[in-house]
Nanobody, 118 residues
């Protein structure tokens, strides 16, 4: 089982980016999925999560600007980031709690760098 994140890059303040994360391998089902980020010199923090039922949760710092969504049939989770600020610059990683055909546990995708700068 693997998670593959994509969509990071350089964007100007006020701009938008969309991150994608795809699960692959022997996946039976996925419960919660989410995005976390690690700012330079800081610990990883939660950005947003979404349950299998579609309930979402956001960090206060991104509420109203970021939107998490998922395509359950494709094992995909997305993070639409609007009105980006320089303080959003971080490595963003996706997470999924996956029931595979061998076990049930959390998986992390590799990070994708988002840089917000003029």
């Amino acid at each position: 089982v693997q998670l593959q994140a994509s969509g990071g890059g350089l964007v100007q303040p006020g701009g938008s980016l969309r991150l994608s994360c795809a699960g692959s391998g022997s996946i039976f089902s996925i419960k919660a999925m989410g995005w976390y980020r690690q700012l330079p010199g800081k610990q990883r923090e939660l950005v947003a999560t979404i349950t299998s039922g579609g309930s979402t949760n956001y960090a206060d710092s991104v509420k109203g600007r970021f939107t998490i969504s998922r395509e359950t049939a494709k094992n995909m989770v997305y993070l639409q980031m609007n009105s980006l600020k320089p303080e959003d610059t971080a490595v963003y990683s996706c997470y999924a709690h996956i029931r595979s055909y061998s076990d049930t546990r959390g998986y992390w995708g590799q990070g994708t760098l988002v840089t917000v700068s003029s």
